[in-house]
């Protein structure tokens, strides 16, 4: 009923292990979800990471969707990671998410990343900055 429309939706992402993060999003998806169907028939997308984790609204007690917190928004292709990135896309999910381990194989998960074309960053109301992706 929504074809062509965009929504959003929440998938678990990983930009490498804890001591090698790349800056770029991996993600362990399945072919099942609505989401990743479009994305393989139209890889176009957009990712929003809000400062949940930054120390100003923490300490201020503002909530993390308060335009005042911080947001970083990444738009670009999603594409389906190649096999000589796999393992390293696997130690990237599963370290940072060891639950993944146990989702039901019949799922046929894989990994996609997203090859960044534009970086924004959200710091204030309506102040948004571009970034060099090469940033």
């Known amino acids: 009923q929504i074809q062509g429309m965009p929504y959003g939706n929440c ?5 490498g292990p804890v001591n090698n993060s790349t800056g770029i999003p991996f993600f362990y998806v399945t ?3 609505n989401t990743v169907a479009d994305l393989l028939k139209n890889p ?5 990471l809000p400062e949940a984790d930054g120390n ?5 007690l503002i909530d993390p969707e308060d335009p005042r917190c911080a947001r970083l928004t990444l ?4 594409v ?11 130690q990237a999910m599963f370290s940072r998410h060891p639950v993944v381990r146990k989702w039901p194989r019949s799922y046929e998960w894989f990994f996609m990343k997203m090859n960044i074309e534009h970086i924004w960053l959200q710091s204030w109301y309506g102040d948004v900055s571009a970034i060099a992706v090469e940033e």
Do not use: I, Y
């Open 31 to 33: 072919p099942k979800d």
């Open 11 to 15: 998938l678990l992402l990983s930009d």
């Open 56 to 60: 100003f609204c923490r300490k201020n």
């Open 44 to 48: 176009v997308a957009s990712l929003t």
């Open 75 to 78: 738009t670009g292709q999603m």
């Open 80 to 90: 389906t990671v190649p096999p000589e990135e796999v393992e390293f896309a696997k």
